[in-house]
């Protein structure tokens, strides 16, 4: 139904400067060609706006029919094509749906199959086919009360389904928008507040240097000025012979930096603490007070070859976060965050791209930030500035054929 002040006058704003056409009531008799019975339904066209309100009969007359037509089209019934019907059976005891004839592409990437060979859909899976008319989900006949055989609407099943096996509105929301955009998004294996020892990292050494030459050895054997520890007192660069500026660059780098390159704590345990959530005290044997972020979603690319058995590793992992609920979290929890990912190095081929090195870092999730039904995603990276020795980049001098542009500003050569 209308509101209440969608059926009186609308007095124009006297004086008004800013306005937003987006808010302006729109045409919807366009919409009537949705509520008509045709074979061949097309897609309507935008209507008009009027921007003035100058309380006419007519105006008044052409903004009924307008709010008339979207009420129709609103009404229109959503039916399910026979061809493509597919029926789920809801079991309350384990929160699932089950499904006995898989029909369609959806379950490729969707469900999982049991012991008899039935799919089952876990709540957001059940929610989102329902939700695009794919599914038609019914109470189970047993006999045993007045909701046996009674198919779900979309407004009970948003009701029931939202809360069981820890599905929440910030986490349908996020799983609904990345199906939407064609991504296979599956449940991450700490999905659940009690399975945060689940994000087990596997163990890892620190990296073995690269191999050289013969004649890149003999050179900074040679050469180059081994790296010495800052002199307690007087200049840090002091009277010498330097043979680059990178000697001298290596002398003025005094602060140190964090290498996200190392293996964490966690990587290079061998005992049980491994197995421990990222950020639990060994010594008192207690959890952390903070409350612990996890992945809630490993996100795959659309591709051809992809196998619910066999998915491989994730393209993202994406952590929600009610923003209504908790604040942005702080350097501890996403320092737990990413020390519960594998360790992922910038890939060959970017060791001249600074900028892309730093963007990919070491170790990468996507935080997805939910306010209100508005998702905004922020992609968190374990870079390693100070690995980047810009002094050591070697510039492009001259233009072809090795001579230097001249031009206006660059002197006559005197």
Do not use: C
Not at 343 to 352: R, T
Not at 379 to 405: H, I, N, P, T, W
């Amino acid at each position: 139904m209308a509101d209440m002040d969608e059926d009186g006058p609308m007095p124009a704003a006297a004086g008004a400067v800013d306005s937003d056409l987006t808010e302006e009531t729109q045409d919807f008799r366009f919409l009537t060609n949705l509520s008509q019975t045709t074979d061949h339904p097309t897609l309507p066209r935008r209507g008009e706006k009027d921007f003035e309100p100058h309380g006419s009969s007519s105006q008044q007359d052409t903004l009924a029919a307008s709010r008339a037509a979207m009420h129709d089209a609103l009404s229109y019934p959503r039916v399910h094509a026979p061809k493509s019907n597919i029926i789920g059976i809801f079991d309350s005891t384990s929160g699932e749906t089950v499904i006995e004839n898989q029909k369609g592409q959806h379950f490729r990437t969707m469900g999982k199959a049991d012991f008899e060979g039935k799919m089952r859909l876990l709540p957001e899976e059940t929610l989102y086919l329902l939700e695009r008319g794919n599914l038609d989900v019914r109470w189970p006949s047993r006999g045993e009360g007045n909701l046996d055989g009674l198919p779900f609407s979309l407004q009970s099943a948003y009701t029931y389904l939202l809360g069981l096996l820890d599905l929440t509105l910030e986490r349908y929301t996020v799983y609904a928008g990345l199906k939407r955009s064609g991504y296979v998004v599956q449940r991450g294996p700490t999905w659940y507040q009690g399975d945060l020892d689940k994000d087990v990292v596997d163990p890892r050494g620190p990296e073995a240097p690269k191999r050289e030459s013969v004649y890149a050895w003999m050179y900074k054997l040679l050469f180059e000025t081994k790296p010495q520890p800052p002199p307690p007192l007087g200049p840090l660069v002091g009277p010498g012979l330097y043979r680059s500026y990178n000697d001298i660059y290596r002398l003025l780098s005094i602060v140190p930096y964090y290498d996200p390159a190392l293996p964490t704590a966690r990587e290079t345990s061998k005992t049980a603490d491994r197995f421990k959530p990222v950020g639990w005290d060994s010594e008192s044997g207690e959890p952390p007070g903070l409350p612990q972020l996890r992945p809630s979603f490993y996100v795959w690319k659309p591709r051809p070859d992809f196998k619910k058995s066999s998915p491989g590793p994730p393209d993202f992992r994406i952590a929600v976060v009610n923003a209504r609920e908790t604040d942005f979290p702080i350097l501890e929890q996403l320092d737990g965050l990413l020390e519960s990912v594998p360790y992922d190095p910038p890939p060959k081929g970017m060791e001249k791209q600074t900028y892309q090195k730093l963007k990919h870092g070491y170790r990468n999730i996507i935080l997805a930030i939910v306010d209100q039904g508005v998702v905004s995603y922020i992609r968190l990276a374990d870079a390693g500035f100070g690995k980047e020795m810009l002094y050591e980049r070697q510039s492009r001098v001259g233009g072809k054929r090795g001579r230097a542009r001249g031009g206006r500003g660059w002197g006559r050569g005197r």
